[in-house]
């Protein structure tokens, strides 16, 4: 019952029965009220009729003093009307005076009685009318009528009921129980009601609608949600990685120095073909392997990053053709596609041809050693297509980046005809070390040193793999509004290494500074070494016109390199500083450059390889920065 009252159908039922009982006692009351009158009137036009018939027998036995015929007239009127008292005046004087009953008059009247055959009134017969009968027959009436428009009343509020609860009430009650029964994860799938005595489409079938497309428009938000953070915890997980992996490749780049110095120091001092020469040449081609994973680590990481020119990305994969076709096995054929127009990125192109080489090695190890093809595509790409692409969600589908749908993009593809990739394993594939090919088949940093190039140039990267179904690599990456810029001619470099200035080498890594300081020695440099850059900036202040040149690490305890060369700067303007460094998030040869560094290397270095930078910076600007000359001979 009390589920009843306070349903929508029970409230309806209530308003609809409250105001039926408000009009039917209106109208009954209206309705009696005229009945009454009606009556009532009816009433007193019998009377005035009767009395109009028997005026002239009145007035005749009044003149000839007929006291029976007068009364028995007189009590004729007062038998079957509403008259209960009839007086017949003469002289002022009651005559006569029959009554039926005491009665209180609801209405007295009379009327004059004339001599028969004139108008002169002899008397006058006063009438007394009473209606109790007549108001007895009215409440009768109205209580049958009452009772008879309650009964209506009642009967067409149970009808409306019966048709709101069938059309309204229970339609809204199943949509309310639907929606909380997907809400507590239920099936999830659009909601449909049964309804029957249904006309056609009405405000109910617009509310399902509505909530359909608002379950809908909420498990899509929903999904988005769950894809942004996804991605967000792979970017998260990516980017510790990638700080996790430039912080040991700065630690390992010291190491891989040391070993490359001292061991090409030691080349030198050691007849060519011996067994200690083999022996020797085994281990600094080994250190060099391991300068190379570094310098992949670092690419993933972002720390290695150089300066940037725009560059036209199609010259950069026409320019990656012969060595692509040199690098992939016979059995992979290799197809290239150009829009014929230029596409201007603002970029490196050593990192871009990095990235290429990086996809197309990956796409040819994906077809197992069995002949297949590669496809390399490079055109302006759809717009708005890399912003569809983040937004969609599908499966075998990866998408990592951040795409800005106001803007141009380049579009470089990569396809093979291989296996694909097994789901499960999409969303691992640009982990560093992460590899599906065994640990001789590749250290896993090809598509990890992918993820850094393209997240480096502000880009993104979408794959699209189905196993049995082969793999495709979007790269987007944002194209620029000036156009691309002419490579320069390259620079001669100076041969000779030698000389005899004075060097001051500043490292927190004692061995690293041992090994440049004898390097230096032997190419007839005087060098001195320190391995703490407070005191290398106190002996550089005692005198500072003793030193030609600095060189110094970027990361150390107390001070940075730059603060050094600040410092250094500050004191003697001329001083000219190489700066090296083997890992620096934010850290450019063009920043370093701006805060006051003449030469900028990236770690591992050498004494051959730093020479080159120290002649250049005292004979002369036509000798190019070299970033490591092969230690040895």
Sequence with gaps: MASIQTSLTGKVLWVI???????????????????????????QREAAAVVMANRDALSLSLWSLDQRSLETLARSLVRGTSIFRAEVMEDGKVQLRVSREALNADRSWQIPLFRPGSRTPLGFLRLYENYDQDRQQMRRNAAMLVMGELTKALALSLIVFFLVHIWITRPLAQLAAKVQDNAAGGAGGPIAIQRPLRGGRDEIDALIDAVNYNQQARRRLEAEADLRRAREAQT??????????????????????AILGFGGLLAQDTARGSPAD????????????????VKEILAFARAGDVDRSIVDLSQIVRQSENLL????????????AYSGEALP?????????????????????ALGGRPGTVTLEVSRAPPGEAGMLEARSGAGELFSGTADPARDYARLRVS???????????????????????????T????????????????????????????????????????????????????????????????????????????FERLGYEAV????????????????????????????PAMSGLELTRKLKSAWPGMKVILCTGYSDNLTEKSARAAGVDMFHIKPVDAFGLAASIRALIDGPAIAAVEGAPPGR
């Design 416 to 442: 093979d005809s291989g296996e694909g990739i097994a789901p499960e394993l999409l969303d691992r594939i640009f982990e560093p070390f992460f590899t599906t090919k065994g640990r001789h088949h590749g």
């Design 345 to 365: 990125v603002s970029g490196n192109g050593v990192r871009l041809g990095q990235l290429i080489v990086n996809l197309c090695i990956n796409a040819s190890e």
């Design 278 to 293: 083999h022996y020797i040449q085994r281990m600094l081609a080994a250190a060099e392997r391991g300068r190379d994973l």
């Design 444 to 519: 896993g940093l090809g598509l990890a040193v992918v993820h850094g190039v393209v997240e480096s140039h502000g880009g993104a990267c979408h794959i699209a793999s189905h196993p049995g179904s082969g793999s495709i690599f979007t790269i987007y990456l944002p194209l620029s509004d000036l156009p691309a810029v002419a490579p320069s001619p390259p620079q001669s470099v100076q041969t000779t290494l030698g000389g005899h200035e004075r060097l001051l080498i500043v490292d927190d890594e004692v061995d690293l500074v041992d090994m440049l300081v004898r390097g």
């Design 325 to 336: 076709l040199a690098a992939l096995p016979k059995s992979t054929s290799l197809a290239f």
């Design 17 to 43: 029965a409250g105001l039926s009982l408000v009009l039917v006692v209106l109208v009954s009351a209206i309705e009696i009220h005229q009945q009454g009158e009606d009556l009532i009137a009816e009433q």
């Design 236 to 257: 998260g997980k990516l980017a510790a990685l990638g700080q996790l992996a430039g912080g040991i490749a700065h630690d390992f780049n010291n190491i891989l120095g």
């Design 529 to 556: 070494g320190v391995s703490d850059p407070r005191e290398a900036l106190a002996a550089f202040l005692e005198e500072p016109q003793a030193f030609d040149v600095v060189i110094t690490d970027q990361v150390m």
